[in-house]
């Protein structure tokens, strides 16, 4: 009796085909990895967007601040007007061990605007050739603030080019860090210095402080990277104060050490330093550094 209740009921729900059951399985897998490939396309083309978005918007940001440097500029050459002295016409700064003027204290017309809108504002950068046109902060309690923020301090991915904030304000010797942008804005440019032609065609990079009009001849370009703990090697991110003799003379000899080429630009104890750095793709943890000594 059991036996034949079990021969009706296989007759009644005969067992599926197995090749057919196959293939509805790998129907449901593909279903599923279409739908995570749809999901997965979706979600890096909304971020693709946000960032072509928040790019331009930190790049209008950047010429938002230009023009107020621009439109308040008293001192700003009108087209009319002669052009600057290159670097080997200006007027030389004195010599190691010579007085110098004392510094003023009353902002430039061109950047008392953004100084007034925030006090952290240290000066101007300008390397026109590479299209490097941007404010520079400086937060000696806040070293990294401006890394991922803007002028006004809102977060962004460009960033705002900043003196780390263990140099001393007054010192002779300035760190600026910017990001390397692939869009080729803030510091995006600043590697193609690697190639000799570049620097002849920017030999002078022009940064001026609340205060003063500064120009620096490009002295050393080079690659680096970040060094872990045992390692040996030149670690520039580690120096913030050159106004021991000492140690100015040490850094300064790795830095034409490294050099990829000779400038034929060279520095002595009392000279004043400029040094422009971003990250580089040529190694892991990669740095590229563009070291200038002050000549206006």
Known sequence: MEQEKRRHAAQNHPTRHPRRSRRRRRRRLWLVLAGLFFLVFCYSGVR??????????????????????VKSGESAPSPTEPPAAPVSEAEPLPGP??????KPTTPLPQNARL?????????????????????????????????NRDFYGTPTISGTPYIDGRCPADGNYYLIYGHLMQNKTVFGRLPE???EACWRENPVIGFDTV?????????????????EDYEQGFRYY???????????????????????YDTGVRAEYGDELLVLTSCSHHTGDGRFVVVAKRVK
């Not at 205060?211 to 060094?227: D, G, H, I, K, P």
Request: proline content about 4%; overall charge negative; hydrophobic content about 40%.
């Open 48 to 69: 693709l967007g946000l960032d072509l978005y928040s790019n331009y918007r930190d790049k209008k940001g950047f010429e938002a601040l230009s023009a107020l440097v």
């Open 115 to 147: 100084h007034e809108l925030n006090d952290e504002f240290f000066g101007w950068l300008t390397v026109e050739g590479l299209e490097i046109d941007y404010p520079v902060m400086y937060s000696p309690t806040r070293t990294d603030y401006y890394l």
């Open 238 to 260: 580690q120096y913030f104060d050159l106004t021991d003799e000492a140690t100015f003379n040490e850094y300064v000899s790795q830095v034409m050490a490294a050099a990829l």
């Open 97 to 102: 061990g010579e007085a110098r003027p004392p």
């Open 193 to 195: 210095y690697a190639e």
């Open 211 to 227: 205060f003063e009009e500064r120009q620096y001849a490009v002295m050393s370009c080079f690659y680096s990277r970040l060094y």
